[in-house]
């Protein structure tokens, strides 16, 4: 009988379902914690999702049959832009377009048959969540976590509020395309700035993290150590005496050529009585925030008339100017430019004619060929590279930069115009979003007491449903009645906050939540105290640097809130970032030669079905706009969710990218049949030991490879088994017991075929609740040795011969070997040497 998958797959579901197998325990067992960053419920699931899940399902199986109480939980970060663009374009509501993708995506996601405990499930945008994130924002306010101040963000004009860095594209909103612009706006802000030394050193602890992306966080984080000193101003206004300035590159300072200020500089705004001081300013600030908008615009800049003194000269005066790539977050607000070392004051000085002066050069210049070698192009070595500096504070010396910044650093100190300082790049973390589907900030604003906390018997501060999107712009700033409340403080006329949390907030600590998504607060410390931390995390690079960090402050606050132990500071202990499966892109072209994209399902060999051939585009990341996406649920139907799981693990080691192909899925299916045919058809027979032995390498390697995360390489050894079930004369009981080990070895990874394997071997009870089997010392020592023979250098045939066969007889094998004979052609070889237990090398 063939095996069904569409029969077999739902009935062992139902098993476990009915045992409630996955259901996670505190007790005396060692816990493992295993948590795969959750989906956004866009709508479907995708094959992305299935390789996620999948190799997180691996590792939980695995460790639940090793004998861990084993937590393994899912859920939905379900606030956020995407569910209010939809309430924008299709009308209805945000939460019930929300709960109905949940919906839809449950049911995708179980039919492929993971040990997920569902009882443990929300979605953070759960009235139940929202209270409790609320009060954790009540907790971190109150330990001094939270503050409110005005801060320069990102504004779209068109949707009316602000935007991540991340949402601007070429200095316009992802959305509405508007120019974004610059705005100050009073927003609430965490302190992770207050962590940044703390964040930055544990990362060296963090061995079970890719070392990307502990390198990533680093350069994010961004510790650097330089220069704070002052320029003493020419002609400027009163109350601006002097103006800071923040370097790395102190070294360079003898080649500066002017002063640049942010258009949000105080300076910058004194000036703005000048009409064309502030039109350019605000020119300047449609550029957006984002280090990379400011890289790839033209650099601008308004030359303000004013002048400074260099430190090092009193006659030396410097231009100041308003450039449209200084922030006035990051370092002061104020740099010099030294163009002749910086690509980008290279530019801007090459713009507007301003001097350009080495300060070093090519090893061995002296000053003249350092200014011609500066002249085109800025000369910008490694801080390690040793170079001569024409213009530096002893002389022309070789030096690394390294060494001159600490030069210039300790001349600074000595005279007396500057301070060592040490600064991160790590910024406060804002979370204001002037938008609706979000967690409501917990905050009331009060004529008589000012800003004040909500009280927690208040909680949940929900959103009101009856909301419309027909206008751009925050709801809750337009409704009737929501906002108007009472104050905790005094009991008067208050206002609620309006401003909704960023969402990176609300995945920031879910992973604690899992531990007892139930309670009445934020966290149980009796689970937390059990299950933290996750032992294992799994998700895409993607993530890599905030939602990583800001959930590594956030277990930081917690702790200090007491809402988690000391020991979950560092929440992940081990981190894995797999792959992306992607897929051929098919195209046609329509009468105006625009991209026509076309699904997977409507190709065949390389035509539509009405005969048009498509353009080939190579693999590429699934994405819904090209079209190159295979839907899960029509694998699961064809071919059953074990197939699709089989082949997410065996194409391809799982950190790299994997691509889909139909002809992949038909071969794992293909091999899946065939495992399904060894155990229906059992014959009886003679015990093998040659079987036995290959069952327990198996369990060797297949071990060693899931500890791993080599999940490809677990695959082949399966593979490797089946072949050697398939060959072997063994039957009966010998046969039954390697297909019980084949089982349980398969069990992670295509549990609900294991199941029938298992079944119809002779296990007891399910395999899902076997103990996993262990590799036998002796059965992994073999009695026999593969000789390779090497004739004339080349290697031309192999023997396998017992391992303590004395040489002689070794020798004897290999002249009677045909290869052998055939290359000696009836003469006698002239040296037979051989290396016992190595190689046999022979010269004819």
Known sequence: MPYDPAISEPRWQQEWERADTFRAVRDERPKYYVLEMFPYPSGRIHMGHVRNY???????????????????PMGWDAFGMPAENAAMEQGGHPRDWTYGNIATMRGQLKPLGLSIDWSREFATCDDEYVAQQQALFLDFLEAGLIYRKSAMVNWDPVDMTVLANEQVIDGKGWRSGAPVERRELTQWFFRISDYSDELLTALDGLDGWPEKVRLMQQNWIGKSRGLQFRFDTVNAPEGFAQIEVYTTRPDTLMGASFVAISPDHPLAKALEADPKVAAFSAEARKLGTSEEALERAEKLG???????????????????????????????????????????DHEFATKYGLPIRA??????????????????????????????????????????????????IAHAQANGYGEAVTKFRLRDWGISRQRYWGCPIPIVHCDNCGTVPETKQNLPVLLPQDVTFDVPGNPLNRHPTWAATSCPKCGGPARR???TMDTFVDSSWYYARFTAPHADVPTDRAETDYWMNVDQYIGGIEHAILHL????????????????????KEPFDALFTQGMVTHEIYMTRDARGRPVYHLPEDVTDGRLGDGTPVEVIPSAKMSKSKKNVVDPVNIVESF?????????????PPERDVEWTSAGAEAANRFLSRVWRLSDEIPEGEADLDLTRAAHRAIAEVTQSIEGFTFNKAVAKIYELANNIGKSPAGGESRREALRIMAQLMAPMVPHLAEEVWAKAGGQGMVVDAAWPKADPAMLVSDSVVLPIQINGKRRAEIEVPKDMPKEEIEAMVLADETVQRFMAGAAPRKLIVVPGRIVNVVV
């Open 359 to 408: 300060t070093f050069g090519e090893r061995g210049m002296d000053l003249a060929a350092a200014d011609a070698l500066v002249a085109k192009a800025p000369f910008v070595p490694l801080k390690t590279d040793v170079v001569t500096f024409v213009r530096g504070f002893a002389g022309e010396t070789d030096q690394t930069g390294e060494a001159a910044v600490d030069a210039a």
């Open 302 to 344: 308004f030359d303000t008339g004013l002048k400074v003194r260099h430190p090092l000269n009193p006659d030396w005066e410097l231009p100041v100017w308003i450039a449209n790539f200084v922030l006035m977050e990051y370092g002061t607000g104020a740099i010099f430019g030294s163009p002749a070392h910086d690509e980008r």
């Open 549 to 568: 960090l800001y959930s590594r402050f956030f277990a930081r606050a917690m702790v200090k809130t007491g809402h988690l132990p000391e020991s979950a």
């Open 497 to 499: 906050e309006t401003d």
């Open 54 to 72: 999948t190799m997180g399902d691996v590792v939980a199986r695995f460790k639940r049959a090793q004998g861990f109480s084993v937590l393994h």
């Open 640 to 652: 059953g969710a074990d197939t699709a799981r089989w082949f997410m693990l065996s194409d391809s």
